[in-house]
């Protein structure tokens, strides 16, 4: 079973710099496409940044780029989303996904098969 467990959210200022991870478990790490997604209060599910299985691709979202890295450690079975300048506005619940495809890269949340707890981050002025 697969099993995506994001870890490294909290409460941080505006201005500051915050690194999320996302461990994954039960399936060979380098096969698979992740992403960062996240659900602000009273939205809608955002996406954010992919990377495919072996990192060579990779997007942002308009709303994070220049501000947000996406990252992953294929040793590692780890997935990160470097955090710079956070905003209040980018106070959100983060989630994981994956998708069993790593050599293409996906903005939809209905293209991914599997999806972690999700780690609050919340961002105060």
């Known amino acids: 079973q697969v099993r995506l467990v994001e870890s490294g959210g909290g409460l941080v200022q505006a201005g500051d710099s915050s690194r999320l991870s996302c461990v994954v478990s039960g399936r060979t790490f380098s096969r698979l496409t992740m992403a960062w997604f996240r659900r602000a209060p009273g939205k809608e599910r955002e996406f954010v940044a992919t990377i495919s299985g072996r990192g060579d691709s990779k997007y942002h979202a308009d709303s994070v780029k220049g501000r947000f890295i996406i990252s992953r450690d294929n040793a590692k079975n780890t997935m990160y989303l470097q955090m710079n300048n956070l905003k209040p506005e980018d106070t959100a619940l983060y989630y994981c996904?994956?998708?069993?495809?790593?050599?293409?890269?996906?903005?939809?949340?209905?293209?991914?098969?599997?999806w972690g707890q999700g780690t609050q981050v919340t961002v105060s002025s």
């Open positions: 996904a994956a998708k069993n495809d790593p050599e293409n890269i996906y903005y939809t949340a209905r293209r991914y098969d599997y």
